[in-house]
Structures are given as structure tokens and as C-alpha cells.
């Protein structure tokens, strides 16, 4: 065999072996180089894919952890569980003492749940989880001393969750802390 003279390329003197054009060539580069771009962004769709599966459990942990973090003193300290309770259920009835101790905790309690509220608008809670979170926000907001302090402190939300929160219905497959503390539903 010998050595071959493209036609197309004759012109500035290209020379291929064998009768191999070197069109042939250059088309056969660009086809795998296209198959090497494809199957690097299937790569990427799964390392993003990943990623978001891993971004979501950091958020369901954190939240889980940040409702501990705000349960534990209260079960820790009786006086302080009756305190948050009796406000829960009578802001004006309430002692100022009892208001003084349940504020931190209504406080960092909502903006736990803002976060919350706010993560599955993102798209980064899960419908499943954001139902439990849901019930949970609806069960304390629409307890009565909650609605008194809301009242007081609602400014210090997103318009976006204030909205939500006060156009929410009370939950009644969810019996209140109270209820649950007393025995019954």
C-alpha cells in the first residue's frame, strides 16, 4: 500500500496512509471528544444529584438538633416547662415572671420554625418532613397566649412567613403540650 494524496487536501499538501482521509480523522476526534463532554456532565448531574441528597439531610438533622436544643432546657427544668406552658395557653393570664422566662423560648421556637418554613420553600425540606413542621407550628400558633405574643413580635419575622403563619388553620389531630401534659387529647 502506498501512501495516498486527499483530494480535498491536496492543495496544501496533506498525505494520508492508507486511503485515510484526514476528515475522517478529524470527524472521528470530535465524536469521541463529544462523547467525553456527555458522559462528563452525566457525571456532573450525579455529583449535583448527591450533593442535593446530601444538602437535604444536613438540613433535617439541623433542624432535628435545633428543636433539641430548645426542648432540652425545658426538660431539664420543671419550673421552666410550666412556665413556657402557662403562657403558651394565657399570655395576659400569665405572671410576669412565667412571660419573662417563655419569651426566649417563643422566640427561638419561631425562628426555628421561620427556618424551617423557609427551607422547604427553597425546595431543600421535603414535603414529608415540612407536614410534621407544619403541624408542629400550627399546634402552638393558634394556642392563645402565642397568638397574644405573635401579636407583640410578629415584625421580627419574613413578611412571607408571617403571612403563612396567620393565614394557617388550627390543627385538631394534634392535641396541644397542654393537653398532652394532662393526660388527654
Known sequence: MGIGVSRSSNAVGFVTREGVKLETINALAQLIAAIGVIASLFYLAA?????????RAVVVNSLAQSIADVIRPMAADRELMRAFHVVVEDWHGATEDDRMRALPLFFSTFKLFENAWFQQRQGTLAAEQWQGWDAYIRMYYHRPGVKAWWQLRKAAFAAGFRDYVESSKPINELPSVTQLIRGGA
Open 47 to 55: 455529583q449535583i444529584r448527591q450533593n442535593t441528597r446530601s444538602m
